[in-house]
């Protein structure tokens, strides 16, 4: 079973930054894979970063060298620091395992241009 909570969303300029912030309730956290998923108006969920439970990193290429995801294994916390954000960065920010199993309810970015 995954719960996950998801914050630090809000409204920023464009080029401005942002860090969401994820509490996990996840068996044996340190051990699974974890993402950052994001879903903008009219498209599909997508994964921004992955970061297995070693610390090996992914990401899309929409975000590198913007985006850095990290994680604290002893507070099953996951972070998703956003830098240089543009407006087609707007979208809903979920945190989820890597593949993905439950979500929840996100946290809103929304990039002024």
């Known amino acids: 079973q995954v719960q996950v909570v998801e914050s630090g969303g809000g409204l920023v300029q464009a080029g401005g930054s942002l860090r969401l912030s994820c509490a996990a309730s996840?068996?044996?956290?340190?051990?699974?894979?974890m993402g950052w998923y994001r879903q903008a108006p009219g498209k599909q969920r997508e994964m921004v970063a992955g970061?297995?439970?070693?610390?090996?990193?992914d990401y899309a290429d929409s975000v590198k060298g913007r985006f850095t995801i990290s994680r604290d294994n002893a507070r099953n916390m996951v972070y998703l620091q956003m830098n240089t954000l543009r407006p087609d960065d707007t979208a809903v920010y979920y945190c989820?395992?890597?593949?993905?199993?439950?979500w929840g309810q996100g946290t809103q970015v929304t990039v002024s241009s």
């Open positions: 996840v068996t044996m956290f340190m051990f699974r894979s």
């Open positions: 989820n395992t890597k593949p993905p199993t439950d």
């Open positions: 970061i297995s439970g070693t610390g090996t990193t």
